[in-house]
Nanobody, 124 residues
């Protein structure tokens, strides 16, 4: 299971740190990603961290968001800085047992487990 938390309401330019706590999976062997879904829009890839700590980001998140993992705390973090209204969405974390990279890491259907989502709202 995955439990996402840390969302909230912030003003534009503010920061949040999302957490994804895992249980019941071999966390150190799992690749973890964050996706987001805004109202009326499709689910969008945001960031991925592999079992080997390789990271990938959607272009709009590069330089503003940072994904990291703590295999002792069995948690993945998404540090979000310089948030903008267009970042408003429900953020979901997802886990995969496969060593995904590149295009495959950005596809939602490559992930076996999903958390329940946490709402991020950025006001202008």
């Amino acid at each position: 299971q995955l439990q996402a938390s840390g969302g909230g309401l912030v003003q534009a330019g503010g920061s949040l740190r999302l957490s994804c706590a895992a249980s019941g999976i071999t966390f150190s062997s799992a690749g973890i990603a964050w996706f987001r879904q805004a109202p009326g829009k499709e689910r969008e890839f945001v960031a991925h961290i592999s079992q080997f700590r390789d990271t990938e980001y959607v272009d709009s998140a590069k330089g503003r968001f940072s994904i990291s993992r703590d295999n002792i705390k069995i948690t993945v973090y998404l540090q979000q800085n310089s948030l903008q209204p267009e970042d408003t969405a429900v953020y979901y974390c997802a886990a995969t047992r496969a060593p995904l990279r590149g295009y495959l890491a950005r596809q939602a259907n490559g992930y076996d487990y999903w958390g329940q989502g946490t709402q991020v709202t950025v006001s202008s």
